[in-house]
Each structure stands twice: as C-alpha cells, then as structure tokens.
C-alpha cells in the first residue's frame, strides 16, 4: 500500500543526499592569495622602502639601484645573510618568507651604525611593530 507521508520522507533524504554528493550549492573555500614578490631598492646608504608587509609564502627581492658600495641584507634573527653580494647595480638576494605573524628585521653589516641602514619586514596584517630604531 502506497504512503504518501513515507514517500515524502524518502524523497527528502534522496534530495538532501543528492544535494551534499553534487556540492549542495556551497561554494568553494576561499583559495590563498597567490604568492608575490616585493622589491626592496638599496639606493645609496638606504632600504626603498624601508619596511614591507607580505603575506606568508610572498618573496622579498633586494636590488641594488644605485652607487657600487658593498652592502648586505641580513636578518638580525638568523633567518637570511646576503652576504657581501651587492657590490654593482643590479645585484639582487630574494629571500621567501613561509611564516606568519613575524617581524624581522634586517640591516646591512657595513652600514648599520654609521648611516642606520636597516628594514623590517612584517608577514601578516597580525604581526608585531619592528623595534625601536627599525
């Protein structure tokens, strides 16, 4: 004998698994930003710009735009050293930063005290003020 109150139930539970099988009309999660890379100039005895804010997974790329002094770029946490690479115009060091809600600062080992040449880089809208003097 044929129930239309069982009926209806059956083709509600069919209709709401084929809802959840096909996606049920829920969109898809947000995708993360595609990663990018910012570039910092040494120009004379300075970082342009002198802090940057990226997001996790983003690569800062140093250049070298003006003067042949030797400089570096290196993280005063250990994180990345240079070297002295940037002795010509057009030398670049990238660095790629995986972690969020870090600052790290930065500074060239030659110039640092006699002309302040240093920089932050800030990974995320979350992460801390660079230190005084940065």
Not at 76 to 90: L, M, P, Q, R
């Amino acid at each position: 004998m044929f129930q239309p109150q069982r009926f209806s139930r059956w083709a509600a539970a069919a209709g709401l698994l084929s809802l959840a099988a096909c996606g049920g009309g829920h969109s898809s999660p947000a995708e993360p930003p595609m990663a990018k890379t910012v570039t910092v100039q040494i120009v004379d005895f300075a970082f342009n710009p002198k802090d940057v804010t990226i997001n996790p997974g983003d690569t800062v790329q140093w250049v070298q735009a003006t003067s042949d002094a030797a400089h570096t770029v290196t993280a005063e946490n250990g994180a990345f050293d240079s070297g002295f690479i940037f002795t010509k115009v057009g030398t670049s060091f990238s660095q790629t930063i995986n972690t969020a809600g870090v600052t790290i600062q930065y500074h060239c080992k030659t110039h640092w005290h006699s002309n302040g040449m240093q920089g932050s880089i800030s990974v995320g809208m979350d992460a801390p003020k660079p230190g005084p003097g940065y």
